[in-house]
């Protein structure tokens, strides 16, 4: 028992017991019981085990067990221990459990035998042997010297099931001494797993017999035969291949020529069964050579019969039937019957695929007389089956019937199913060929049936097949592809290539009928592959002939005329005269498409002739019909006539009814063509009377019902009432109550199609009447359906609501889901109709679950779709309504139904208006339209183009609008619609109104009366007059105006229409508002307020037009109060109409008074004296400015609403001042409204200090001689406009000129001529033309180029505009700014408008006084919303990092309150709170707003180079995208060729300063872009693009540059190679659409950005005449909208050397830490110090919109330098610390004292106080210390003192020094053990910031738990002790610690050493990603000691 039982250890010898205590017991445990164990000496530890071993041999198996779990519950790693306790389960009958630890013990120890043992023994003891048998031979494989293992491995195959068939071959070997041989046993266990077909264990135990291994080959081979066999079993072909080729080549290296056969028929056959043919086929011819070597007679006739099975597959059959010739030859040599008749039948089956039809019915016929002779019924049944298919072949298909009824005689004799089904599926086929459908389906199903009682597969898939091509042939397409679909899932599984390829054509085909081309094309490709794979040509012909046939019908005339001359010409290689007919029938067909009929002779001629050779009238019908149209197309009417006839000569015989009624309209156009009109009424009555030709009266009725559903679906009412008529009268006379309901129903649908409801409704209650007394539950269901039909046109919804109910309940009764959903879609129609909306959704959403549960069913699923778009549309979701309505065009499209489709656009087009998509609206009408001209609807054209006009309406396009309503009103005139033709004047007359031509505006109206009248319309007279009224109001007639109001006023009451009566009162109330009359207008609007104002469903544009003008009247009666209250309910009601899409930039006249309500509002709160509601004002003004220029540039609301942009609440007074509060920074808000410029000037504690208001109509400025020359330019120019242009004409930029519109213009790149690089650019060519706007830009900010003269871009700029601007802007404010103190302070200037176009740097009061940008850091905002935007948002969200603390900018490690971190509170919105749109802080320091405090000036950084040494590294954010020099096609007008070339020079700078790779030439390609901008941290654009567009031009994608190479060549390097001009570097001259490489503002919204700053350089080149601040704005928001924080815009381009200085300045400064603004003020000085490019032209004009980010974050690198020092010995480290924390406090006083002296010292003297002390250079470095390295030897080494602490990096590093130092005696030394485990940080850090809170609370003391492996980390127990903190107690994976004295005394302490824990391992995001904690599953002892 102990030897076989108790395993201790494998070291283990008793005497010896202190070997075993680190196995079992591990000392570190922190148990006590394992404490007591720690001091048993070694006896006592052996006496331990000895007990254990008494309680085995005393048979106490429940004690070991015990006691083993209780050392498992100690040591869980100790396999051993496992392995002793499952054998004591297995003593107590617990088998499973044994199972368990024995599969522990495995896991533990894989290569110990004893697991195997133990494993494989609790197996076989509950009985499942295949697993013991595996668990044995496995560890056999691991050590075959285990005998014990082999004797069990015996013993089981004795118990087990296969013991009858192993016990005489182990007898065999036990004579042979052979049965200790481990790898003959094993392998013949799994051999005999393998026949009993356990493929899955036998493979299993072969492998570990492999593993064991053999010096025999034979034996080998033999093993690698069977593994190879069992893989292929299992479909691992792969292996299975592997091992046969393997069994091949041992037994050709051992000349074993039968085994050499052997694998090559297993070979060969697996590959053949892959469709490997031609491997296939020379493994099997290589079996035949070696075996007729060898005279091998068995192995050559299966050589050859595997020889002719691969030559079948292949199409090679003619080889095939040789081979079994020969192998016919040696059967009858052999005198073997057997195979004499196997090849006799397989010689007739290669004839019959060889259609030598006749020698296959010879053969047939010999095999069958044989098996008579041998009374072998199955060979019997085997050749009535082949005869039958041969016959049927033949065309013979009464022979074939009789053979498969043999069949089936057979069949029942032997009661085999199998044969059944083969004899039903020949009968089925040929009943199909005999056109007996239904009986042809009858065998198919039986066939069907059988074969799944059976569980054949492979005849379940054929008789699948053969339904499809049944339910094909019968038209029901549907049910055919879903037979095809099944048996294709189980020919694929079969791995069955040829039948998959067959399948695929049969797809193929009937996506042809469905009219699906692309997916038919598809299939068919499939199957050419496959029958390509397989070199099947027969196939391979008919396949090309369907390809080309489907590419023809998608007018691919190319490929199809290729696939289909393939197709010929391989059927004439053949000689098969059937694929030659379809061949030339295929080629008649694509000529005759294309018109080229005597070439389409050439091929239908010889097909005919084969077709009647080959007897097959189908095709010889179809041929002679297409004959008979090119004869006809050919003027050849007589011999069309002949072949028409015999068209349907052979339709009649054939009874095709579609034929002989397409053959009698093609002859009787035939003879109207030939003037023989006699014969062609002759045939039209034959048409009629075609019933005649058939006995039965049921067909004559068809007919007639039939042709008179043509005729009714052709629009021919009157005949198609005629043939109902005829079947009523026939159906009478007949009693066929069946038809005489059909007629009735007929009539009913014809006179509803007429427009007779009425009438039709009585036909339906007859119809239903007839099959109410019939029993007929469908046509009374039906018939309940025409009914409803009829009263919902007729208007009576409650009586169609009736009558679809019933039609539900009896659907329902039916249990038919077809008429079920279309009745829940009735119901819910009319239940919308009732406005009954909720209910109708319902109704519709059950409608579409019943169509989804019709697969088949396209149609029913597209309905459904429609009307739950329909019912979401008419509930106001749009967004949903959009969804379901495109699944429904995607259904009408897949099933060709136009009318649909165009249904279905119409519907998308008016949800997309809803929507404000206005671009995407107008796209589905337009298609709509189209659709509508295709179908010739009158009626929705009248529709469509009134929605045309609409969208044009709101997009602005007024031409367009006017060209549509004038279709709409000459389509009504003509169609005597008066009612649509009196409502398009009324709108011809708004648009003419609306674009200022009121002559003909009142034309129109005029003509709207008139009609109105006619039709005597009191809502149309209305109407009428209030648009007059209008009309004359706009042209100040104001009497005229007054009549007509007053006429509608008197109409609207006589009609008691409250509503238009209160229109005609704001008119009238709008009309003395205008003339002065402000008492009167108020009591006239408040009349008009007291009709509609408490009406919830009135239009809002009523209502708030009425409090907008009444706001007019009191602001002019100076009664500020209550215009400040309607206004403000005024503004209420603008903003609901603007975020429902009622609104937009295109309609002008909303537009235009919700800007000048808002204006009016400030003025009016400024009046009242609210200058912090005037603010809240202004910043709505400031979103609606945005909103309007995006629509402009066709951003639909949709998209601003999700990126945030349209915003449903705004900033309230105390969320602005929040804002301010929380960044600490001044703000400086302009706003300009009526003429008036107001100013506020925030501050970040005091709020609004100061306010001021300035006329600007009022300015005095003295203007230059050509300022007062050009001021009459433009009629909208004010004087702080015109100063606007002379600051920048005395820039030396030309002059501005500004037009009506709110929006001004900057120069762009045209204007300039630089001298740059040697290379000029400007072109006067082709800046006088203007570029195509391409769709991007709408008429309404278009710009007037007047050309002004400039002044030399290098004279002295004028001083006058830039000290008169800012007298206007800046002085006023000036003494509330923060006074300069020898440093610049960031400053948020906020401007309005116009006010975006000013270089705000350049400001300054006076010659003496400092530019602006020197004074302040500055940066710009569209608006303080943008302040608090969601930006950064995107990136928090990706950080899953669960974080304790937050660090202050000082380091402090408690968490900060939620103003520092900008989080807003409910106060901060009068609507709505804005807690949905905030998330959180930011994950790191340098993307948080932090504070501004005064630092020092700028430091005299030096600009960065790659290769050179660098403070910085790269920066913390994610890769940075730098684009530049993009290859624009030849046909772009946006830049003229090679005018962006000198930009690439900039872009590889930038690019090596960001260390990443640019994009150049074709790789800056717009797609490219777009993907890349998504993850990019930084964004530079050195491209050209069009502000006033707002788009970048960039590349387009590689595959569509299809035009020339560049004509020069290129340098490498820097960008400085230059070839000839005109060609842009990788331009091409390809045409791709502006849309492939035009990136617009649009686009960039659409992506979700996650940068902090995108950068345009000034290198940027335009076309555009002008830049206007709406193009500033609209990209600055469609960036920042899109997720970037910040953006750097140039107001005009600078040339390229000065652009290349800038931004290297630039971004130098931001790599070394500096904020944004402060980097921008060091790029303008760095630049304008550099005397060339002195002129502010070069520097001044770059704004910063958005945040005042820092790009660089050296937490990190701070975080690495602390943990190098630490490497140094403790004294070295507390005197280097000391040295640093007085650089660094020196540091931070010199910024906070703002020195204007630079500091500097040597490193020598440094290093020489600091020691050997490493990483002291890496953490001055990181906190802004700059390094100069020496320029010779004798010269020491400059350190540099930062002159800023931006990111406060300064101030947190001394606060680490400090804690560092602070730290009690043993901490530091500890902290030093604790560097090089990052691990333990966070867990520590959990338990100090737990003693943090108690400490804060005023807790006496403090409890907590820490987890055991970061306790046994080396220094963690040391670092907590010198803390105070000691172990109480512990379990199994966590220790409880406490303080030992109190924790209020402890608090400082604490502090420390959490700041010192973030200073060694950074910030707690980073902790992790030092070095992650080791996966420990269940903690075992061995990676402790690693640990410890």
Same mark, same amino acid.
């Given at each position: 028992l102990s030897s076989e039982f108790w395993v201790v250890s494998p070291c283990y010898t008793k005497g010896s017991g202190s070997d075993l205590l680190p196995s079992l017991f591990p000392k570190s445990h922190p148990s006590g019981y394992v404490r007591g164990l720690e001091t048993m000496n070694s006896q006592e530890l052996v006496d331990r085990v000895d007990q254990l071993s008494l309680h085995c041999t005393s048979g106490d198996f429940t004690q070991v067990i015990e006691r083993l779990s209780e050392a498992l519950r100690l040591n869980p790693g100790n396999y051993t221990l496992y392995s002793n306790r499952a054998a004591a389960y297995m003593r107590v009958g617990k088998f499973k459990e044994a199972l368990t630890d024995a599969k522990k013990v495995l896991e533990l120890k894989p290569d110990w035998t004893k697991g195997y043992y133990r494993q494989g023994a609790a197996y076989v003891a509950m009985e499942k042997f295949d697993d013991g048998l595996v668990a044995f031979s496995r560890g056999l494989a691991t050590d075959q010297k285990q005998s014990a293992l082999l004797d069990a491995l015996v013993e089981t195959m004795a118990k087990s099931p296969y013991r009858d068939k192993f016990k005489p071959k182990y007898e065999k070997f036990q004579s042979l001494k052979l049965d200790r041989n481990p790898f003959i046993i094993v392998s013949m266990v799994g051999q005999e797993l393998m026949s009993a077909s356990r493929h899955k264990k036998a493979v299993e135990v072969l492998e570990s017999a492999r593993r064991i291994g053999t010096d025999s080959e034979k034996l080998e081979a033999s093993l690698h035969q069977a593994l190879g066999q069992v893989y292929w079993s299992l479909g691992n072909t792969d292996k299975a291949l592997a091992y046969m080729r393997s069994d091949l080549s041992i037994n050709s290296k051992l000349a074993d020529n039968v085994g050499i056969c052997r694998a090559q028929d297993n070979l060969g056959m697996a590959l053949c069964s892959l469709g490997k043919l031609p491997e296939a086929l020379e493994h099997h011819t290589l079996q035949f050579t070696v075996a007729r070597n060898i005279n091998n007679t068995a192995e050559m006739y299966a050589a050859l019969n595997r020889l002719a099975r691969v030559h079948g597959k292949m199409g090679r059959y003619q080889e095939a039937l040789q081979s079994y010739k020969e192998a016919l030859k040696l059967a009858k040599a052999s005198n073997d019957h057997t195979s004499v008749m196997e090849c006799t039948y397989n010689c007739g089956m290669v004839y019959k695929t060889l259609n030598e039809l006749d020698k296959a019915i010879n053969q047939l016929q010999k095999y069958l007389q044989m098996a008579q002779q041998s009374q072998s019924k199955e060979q019997q049944a085997e050749a009535y089956a082949s005869l039958g298919q041969v016959y049927q072949m033949k065309g013979s298909f009464d022979q074939a019937m009789m053979f498969y009824q043999q069949l089936l005689s057979v069949a029942v004799q032997m009661n085999n199913a199998s044969l059944k089904a083969r004899a039903y599926g020949g009968m089925g086929q040929a009943n199909l060929n005999m056109g007996n459908l239904w009986y042809a389906q009858m065998c198919r199903e039986q066939q069907l049936k059988l074969t799944r009682e059976l569980g054949d597969k492979e005849f379940e898939a054929i008789a699948l097949r053969q339904l499809g091509n049944i339910h094909k042939t019968s038209g029901k397409i549907s049910q055919a592809m879903q037979y095809y679909q099944e048996s294709l899932e189980i020919v694929m599984k079969l791995k069955d290539r040829g039948v998959e390829g067959m399948l695929y054509s049969d797809i193929g085909s009937c996506y042809m009928a469905m009219g699906n081309l692309r997916d038919a094309v598809k299939y068919y490709e499939s199957q050419l592959a496959i029958c390509t794979e397989m070199n099947d040509q027969a196939t391979i012909a008919s396949t090309n002939g369907s390809l080309g046939m489907a590419y023809l019908s998608l007018d691919n005339k190319e490929a199809a005329l290729k696939h289909l001359n393939l197709s010929k010409e391989l059927a004439e290689a053949l000689h098969d005269k059937q694929l030659q007919c379809e061949a030339h029938s295929n080629l008649g067909s694509y000529h005759t498409k294309c018109k080229e009929y005597r070439k389409a002779l050439t091929h239908l001629e010889p097909a005919r002739k084969l077709a009647a050779e080959k007897k097959d009238q189908s095709m010889e019908s179809k041929v002679c019909h297409n004959l008979g149209i090119c004869h006809e197309a050919l003027g050849n009417h007589q011999q069309a006539i002949q072949f028409f006839t015999h068209d349907l000569v052979m339709a009649k015989e054939a009874k095709d009814k579609e034929g002989v009624s397409r053959a009698c309209e093609k002859l009787i156009n035939a003879y109207t063509e030939i003037g023989d009109r006699e014969q062609a009424e002759v045939y039209k009555q034959q048409l009629v009377n075609i019933a005649r030709d058939f006995d039965h009266t049921s067909n004559k009725c068809a007919l007639l019902n039939k042709m008179a559903e043509d005729m009714l679906n052709s629009g021919d009412f009157t005949k198609a009432i005629e043939f109902y008529e005829q079947l009523l009268k026939g159906a009478e006379n007949e009693q066929h109550l069946s038809f005489k309901g059909q007629a009735y129903s007929g009539l009913g649908n014809t006179y509803m199609a007429n427009g007779k409801p009425d009438r039709a409704l009585s036909y339906y209650q007859q119809d239903l009447t007839i099959r109410k007394g019939t029993s007929d539950f469908t046509g009374e269901c039906q018939a309940y359906a025409n009914m409803g039909s009829a009263y919902n046109c007729l208007g009576q919804h409650q009586e169609a609501l009736r009558c679809y109910m019933a039609n539900l309940d009896l659907a329902k009764q039916l249990e038919n889901p077809v008429l079920i959903a279309k009745a829940l879609s009735c119901v819910g129609i009319v239940q919308r109709n009732l406005g009954s909306f909720e209910e109708a959704l319902q109704y519709h959403q059950q409608q579409l679950a019943v169509a989804q549960s019709l697969t088949d069913n396209i149609q029913e699923q597209a309905q459904a779709n429609k009307n739950l778009g329909e019912s979401h549309e008419a509930l106001g979701d749009h967004t949903t309504a959009i969804q379901y309505l495109s699944q429904y065009l995607s259904m009408a499209h897949k099933i060709k139904d136009m009318v649909n489709e165009i249904m279905a656009h119409s519907c998308l087009g008016r949800a997309c208006r809803g929507l404000g998509d206005y671009q995407q609206s107008l796209q589905h009408f337009q298609s709509c339209m189209k659709g509508i001209k295709d179908t010739k609807d009158d009626e929705m054209a009248l529709s469509c183009y009134a929605d045309i006009a609409s969208v044009h309406m709101k997009l602005g396009n007024f031409e367009q609008a006017l060209q549509a309503h004038m279709r709409q009103y000459e389509l009504a005139h003509d169609m005597e619609d008066i009612e649509t033709e009196a409502i398009a004047a009324s709108c011809l007359g708004d648009v003419y109104q609306s674009s200022g031509n009121y002559k003909e505006a009142l034309h129109f109206h005029q003509q709207d009366l008139l009609l109105s009248r006619k039709l005597r319309s009191g809502h149309g007279q209305m109407r009428a007059f209030g648009n007059l009224a209008q009309a004359y109001e706009a042209i100040e007639e104001f009497d005229k105006a007054i009549e007509h109001w007053e006429q509608q006023s008197a109409l609207a009451s006589s009609l008691r229409d409250e509503s238009s009566k209160a229109q005609a009162l704001t008119g009238l109330g709008i009309v003395n508002i205008r003339l002065d009359y402000y008492d009167k207008a108020i009591s006239l609007l408040t009349q008009a307020w007291g009709l509609v104002g408490d009406m919830q469903d009135e239009s809002v544009e009523i209502k708030a037009n009425i409090l907008y003008n009444l706001g007019l009247a009191y602001f002019n009666t100076h009664d500020y109060q209550k215009s400040c209250?309607?206004?403000?309910?005024?503004?209420?009601?603008?903003?609901?109409?603007?975020?429902?899409?009622?609104?937009?930039?295109?309609?002008?006249?909303?537009?235009?008074?919700?800007?000048?309500?808002?204006?009016?509002?400030?003025?009016?709160?400024?009046?009242?004296?609210?200058?912090?509601?005037?603010?809240?004002?202004?910043?709505?003004?400031?979103?609606?400015?945005?909103?309007?220029?995006?629509?402009?540039?066709?951003?639909?609301?949709?998209?601003?609403?999700?990126?945030?942009?349209?915003?449903?609440?705004?900033?309230?007074?105390?969320?602005?001042?929040?804002?301010?509060?929380?960044?600490?920074?001044?703000?400086?808000?302009?706003?300009?409204?009526?003429?008036?410029?107001?100013?506020?000037?925030?501050?970040?504690?005091?709020?609004?200090?100061?306010?001021?208001?300035?006329?600007?109509?009022?300015?005095?400025?003295?203007?230059?001689?050509?300022?007062?020359?050009?001021?009459?330019?433009?009629?909208?120019?004010?004087?702080?406009?015109?100063?606007?242009?002379?600051?920048?004409?005395?820039?030396?930029?030309?002059?501005?000129?500004?037009?009506?519109?709110?929006?001004?213009?900057?120069?762009?790149?045209?204007?300039?001529?630089?001298?740059?690089?040697?290379?000029?650019?400007?072109?006067?060519?082709?800046?006088?033309?203007?570029?195509?706007?391409?769709?991007?830009?709408?008429?309404?900010?278009?710009?007037?180029?007047?050309?002004?003269?400039?002044?030399?871009?290098?004279?002295?700029?004028?001083?006058?505009?830039?000290?008169?601007?800012?007298?206007?802007?800046?002085?006023?404010?000036?003494?509330?700014?923060?006074?300069?103190?020898?440093?610049?302070?960031?400053?948020?200037?906020?401007?309005?408008?116009?006010?975006?176009?000013?270089?705000?740097?350049?400001?300054?009061?006076?010659?003496?006084?400092?530019?602006?940008?020197?004074?302040?850091?500055?940066?710009?905002?569209? &608006?303080?919303?943008?302040?608090?935007? #969601?930006? *950064?948002?995107?990136?928090? @969200? +990706?950080? =899953?990092?669960?974080? !304790?603390? $937050?660090?202050?900018?000082?380091?402090?490690?408690?968490?900060?309150?939620?103003?520092?971190?900008?989080? &807003?509170?409910?106060?901060?919105?009068? #609507?709505? *709170?804005?807690?949905?749109? @905030? +998330?959180? =802080?930011?994950?790191? !320091?340098? $993307?948080?707003?932090?504070?501004?405090?005064?630092?020092?000036?700028?430091?005299?950084?030096?600009?960065?180079?790659?290769?050179?040494?660098?403070?910085?590294?790269?920066?913390?954010?994610?890769?940075?995208?730098?684009?530049?020099?993009?290859?624009?096609?030849?046909?772009?007008?946006?830049?003229?060729?090679?005018?962006?070339?000198?930009?690439?020079?900039?872009?590889?700078?930038?690019?090596?300063?960001?260390?990443?790779?640019?994009?150049?030439?074709?790789?800056?390609?717009?797609?490219?872009?777009?993907?890349?901008?998504?993850?990019?941290?930084?964004?530079?654009?050195?491209?050209?693009?069009?502000?006033?567009?707002?788009?970048?031009?960039?590349?387009?994608?590689?595959?569509?540059?299809?035009?020339?190479?560049?004509?020069?060549?290129?340098?490498?390097?820097?960008?400085?190679?230059?070839?000839?001009?005109?060609?842009?570097?990788?331009?091409?001259?390809?045409?791709?659409?502006?849309?492939?490489?035009?990136?617009?503002?649009?686009?960039?919204?659409?992506?979700?950005?996650?940068?902090?700053?995108?950068?345009?350089?000034?290198?940027?080149?335009?076309?555009?005449?002008?830049?206007?601040?709406?193009?500033?704005?609209?990209?600055?928001?469609?960036?920042?909208?899109?997720?970037?924080?910040?953006?750097?815009?140039?107001?005009?381009?600078?040339?390229?050397?000065?652009?290349?200085?800038?931004?290297?300045?630039?971004?130098?400064?931001?790599?070394?830490?500096?904020?944004?603004?402060?980097?921008?003020?060091?790029?303008?000085?760095?630049?304008?110090?550099?005397?060339?490019?002195?002129?502010?032209?070069?520097?001044?004009?770059?704004?910063?919109?958005?945040?005042?980010?820092?790009?660089?974050?050296?937490?990190?690198?701070?975080?690495?330098?602390?943990?190098?020092?630490?490497?140094?010995?403790?004294?070295?480290?507390?005197?280097?610390?000391?040295?640093?924390?007085?650089?660094?406090?020196?540091?931070?006083?010199?910024?906070?004292?703002?020195?204007?002296?630079?500091?500097?010292?040597?490193?020598?003297?440094?290093?020489?106080?600091?020691?050997?002390?490493?990483?002291?250079?890496?953490?001055?470095?990181?906190?802004?210390?700059?390094?100069?390295?020496?320029?010779?030897?004798?010269?020491?080494?400059?350190?540099?003192?930062?002159?800023?602490?931006?990111?406060?990096?300064?101030?947190?590093?001394?606060?680490?020094?400090?804690?560092?130092?602070?730290?009690?005696?043993?901490?530091?030394?500890?902290?030093?053990?604790?560097?090089?485990?990052?691990?333990?940080?966070?867990?520590?850090?959990?338990?100090?910031?737990?003693?943090?809170?108690?400490?804060?609370?005023?807790?006496?003391?403090?409890?907590?738990?820490?987890?055991?492996?970061?306790?046994?980390?080396?220094?963690?127990?040391?670092?907590?002790?010198?803390?105070?903190?000691?172990?109480?107690?512990?379990?199994?994976?966590?220790?409880?610690?406490?303080?030992?004295?109190?924790?209020?005394?402890?608090?400082?302490?604490?502090?420390?050493?959490?700041?010192?824990?973030?200073?060694?391992?950074?910030?707690?995001?980073?902790?992790?990603?030092?070095?992650?904690?080791?996966?420990?599953?269940?903690?075992?002892?061995?990676?402790?000691?690693?640990?410890?």
């Open positions: 209250a309607s206004l403000r309910r005024a503004v209420e009601l603008f903003e609901n109409m603007l975020h429902q899409g009622d609104m937009s930039c295109h309609t002008s006249a909303l537009v235009s008074k919700y800007s000048h309500l808002l204006q009016v509002l400030i003025h009016t709160l400024v009046r009242l004296n609210k200058v912090e509601e005037a603010l809240e004002t202004a910043e709505r003004e400031r979103s609606r400015q945005v909103v309007e220029l995006l629509q402009i540039r066709s951003i639909n609301l949709h998209t601003m609403r999700k990126t945030g942009i349209l915003r449903p609440q705004f900033l309230s007074a105390e969320g602005i001042q929040e804002v301010a509060s929380s960044l600490k920074t001044p703000i400086v808000y302009y706003s300009i409204a009526l003429g008036h410029l107001f100013t506020w000037l925030i501050h970040p504690q005091g709020g609004v200090v100061q306010f001021k208001q300035r006329d600007l109509s009022s300015l005095d400025f003295n203007f230059s001689e050509t300022a007062s020359m050009l001021s009459h330019c433009s009629t909208s120019s004010t004087p702080l406009v015109e100063k606007i242009s002379e600051l920048r004409e005395g820039l030396g930029l030309p002059r501005q000129v500004f037009t009506a519109h709110s929006s001004a213009a900057s120069m762009t790149s045209e204007d300039l001529d630089w001298d740059d690089d040697s290379i000029s650019i400007g072109s006067n060519d082709v800046s006088g033309k203007d570029s195509p706007r391409h769709g991007f830009m709408a008429g309404g900010e278009r710009r007037n180029h007047i050309p002004v003269r400039t002044r030399s871009i290098y004279s002295p700029p004028n001083l006058q505009p830039i000290q008169d601007l800012y007298s206007v802007l800046i002085r006023p404010i000036e003494s509330g700014l923060p006074k300069q103190q020898g440093t610049s302070t960031p400053l948020i200037i906020i401007p309005d408008k116009d006010l975006f176009l000013i270089p705000y740097s350049l400001l300054r009061g006076d010659s003496a006084s400092s530019y602006l940008h020197q004074r302040f850091q500055l940066h710009i905002s569209l &608006s303080i919303q943008s302040l608090i935007s #969601k930006s *950064s948002s995107r990136t928090q @969200q +990706r950080s =899953s990092v669960s974080r !304790l603390h $937050s660090v202050s900018p000082e380091g402090d490690h408690r968490a900060a309150s939620p103003t520092s971190r900008g989080t &807003s509170t409910p106060v901060m919105f009068r #609507k709505h *709170s804005m807690a949905q749109s @905030q +998330r959180g =802080s930011s994950t790191s !320091l340098a $993307s948080t707003e932090v504070d501004f405090k005064p630092f020092g000036n700028e430091l005299d950084i030096p600009f960065l180079r790659s290769g050179m040494a660098s403070p910085v590294e790269r920066p913390s954010v994610s890769e940075p995208l730098v684009i530049g020099n993009p290859a624009t096609p030849a046909s772009d007008t946006y830049l003229e060729p090679g005018i962006m070339y000198n930009a690439e020079r900039e872009t590889r700078i930038i690019a090596d300063l960001l260390e990443t790779k640019p994009l150049l030439g074709e790789t800056a390609s717009k797609d490219r872009v777009l993907r890349r901008m998504a993850t990019a941290g930084c964004i530079h654009f050195c491209t050209g693009m069009s502000w006033n567009e707002s788009v970048f031009v960039l590349a387009p994608r590689s595959d569509m540059m299809t035009g020339s190479e560049p004509d020069f060549e290129r340098s490498e390097g820097d960008g400085t190679g230059y070839g000839r001009r005109g060609q842009a570097d990788g331009a091409a001259s390809g045409t791709p659409e502006p849309v492939e490489y035009l990136m617009s503002a649009n686009e960039i919204l659409q992506s979700k950005l996650t940068s902090k700053l995108v950068t345009v350089s000034g290198c940027y080149r335009t076309k555009d005449q002008y830049l206007t601040s709406g193009g500033v704005i609209t990209m600055a928001a469609a960036f920042l909208a899109a997720g970037a924080q910040a953006v750097l815009v140039p107001l005009w381009p600078t040339s390229n050397q000065a652009s290349r200085l800038m931004m290297n300045a630039f971004y130098s400064s931001l790599l070394y830490g500096s904020r944004a603004s402060r980097a921008l003020g060091y790029a303008m000085q760095t630049v304008s110090s550099n005397k060339k490019y002195a002129h502010p032209i070069h520097w001044a004009g770059y704004l910063l919109i958005g945040k005042n980010i820092i790009l660089k974050d050296r937490s990190v690198e701070m975080a690495a330098a602390f943990r190098s020092m630490l490497q140094a010995s403790e004294d070295y480290l507390v005197a280097g610390l000391k040295v640093l924390q007085a650089m660094v406090t020196s540091s931070i006083k010199r910024v906070q004292e703002g020195a204007m002296d630079p500091k500097y010292t040597s490193e020598q003297m440094i290093d020489k106080k600091i020691g050997p002390v490493p990483g002291w250079k890496e953490l001055l470095k990181s906190v802004g210390f700059h390094f100069i390295s020496p320029i010779s030897r004798d010269v020491p080494s400059t350190v540099i003192f930062p002159e800023h602490d931006d990111s406060h990096v300064q101030r947190r590093c001394r606060k680490f020094i400090d804690s560092l130092l602070g730290l009690p005696a043993g901490a530091l030394k500890a902290l030093q053990l604790l560097a090089k485990h990052p691990t333990a940080a966070t867990s520590l850090l959990n338990v100090l910031h737990k003693a943090s809170v108690s400490a804060e609370n005023g807790d006496c003391s403090m409890t907590t738990q820490i987890d055991s492996l970061t306790w046994i980390v080396r220094g963690s127990q040391e670092f907590l002790s010198s803390l105070g903190f000691e172990t109480t107690s512990g379990v199994s994976h966590n220790i409880t610690v406490h303080v030992k004295s109190p924790v209020a005394e402890q608090g400082q302490v604490l502090d420390y050493a959490i700041n010192s824990l973030l200073a060694v391992f950074g910030p707690e995001e980073q902790m992790e990603m030092l070095a992650p904690r080791p996966v420990v599953s269940a903690k075992p002892t061995e990676e402790l000691a690693v640990l410890c």
